[in-house]
């Protein structure tokens, strides 16, 4: 069994990056009862970072079961955290990282110092910078079907070499233009699971995105 802390060069991802597949699946809205069977599908695929988002249904327990289940193979968190007494659930919980909406310095500092690895949301270069300077050690592009792959190349010039990730309507067609511009990959939320799916209708949004990620590191190298 590997440990999901130790980054081994995969798809073609930056040795830099905590996980090795540069998707974060996201699992907004997924309930309780079924977030063990989509997970088990996602690490199944090979994805080793997950978020569960904090407006999901009893969320605090399907974070739980999904640390019980699957915590040994995967990066498991906690998305659209707002507060930082959620952060102290999460990290009672066993969540690994944090996922957040914006880019609240008390929020980020409270959350690094709880040894938690945080994702922060901006969309302006003066958000990034201002969620690094409070210790974030990665960033999400939102939403990124907003601003497109010049933004992602635009921002490349000014900001240091920390894990980009791009979030919102980020379909697999587009992932390869993303990465091409900058990202060090995207976190995939509606595109891959809405309330209600079936499990093998997550497993085969998975797979899509694991091929467009493929077809990108082929560009790569071509």
């Known amino acids: 069994m590997t440990d999901p802390a130790s980054p081994s060069p995969a798809d073609g991802h930056p040795a830099r990056l905590p ?35 904090l407006n999901s249904p009893d969320w605090a327990r399907g ?3 999904a640390v019980q289940a699957y915590g040994d193979r995967a990066w498991i968190g906690g998305g659209t955290v707002l507060r ?4 102290d659930t999460l990290q009672e919980l066993g969540a690994r990282f944090i996922v957040t909406p914006n880019t609240n310095p008390l929020l980020i500092r409270h959350a690094v110092a709880a040894g938690l690895q945080v994702v922060a949301g901006f969309a302006t270069a003066s958000e990034a910078f201002a969620a690094l300077d409070a210790g974030a050690q990665m960033l999400k592009l939102f939403p990124a079907a907003t601003y ?3 933004h992602v190349r635009a921002l ?6 920390v894990p980009l990730f791009v979030v ?16 060090d990959g995207a976190g995939i939320g509606g595109e891959l699971y809405r309330p209600g799916q ?14 467009a990620l493929r077809t990108a590191s082929m560009k790569d190298h071509g």
């Open 19 to 53: 996980f090795r597949l540069p998707l974060v699946a996201i699992l907004r809205g997924v309930g309780a009862d079924e977030a063990r069977a989509h997970l088990g599908a996602l690490v199944d695929e090979g994805y080793d970072a997950i978020e569960i988002p």
């Open 63 to 65: 974070i739980a079961a």
């Open 84 to 87: 930082p007494a959620e952060v």
């Open 148 to 150: 497109g792959p010049g």
């Open 156 to 161: 490349r010039a000014v900001l240091p070499p």
């Open 168 to 183: 919102g309507g980020v379909s697999p067609d587009a992932l390869v233009a993303y990465l091409a511009a900058g990202s």
């Open 198 to 211: 079936d499990v093998e209708t997550t497993r085969a949004n998975a797979r899509r995105f694991r091929l």
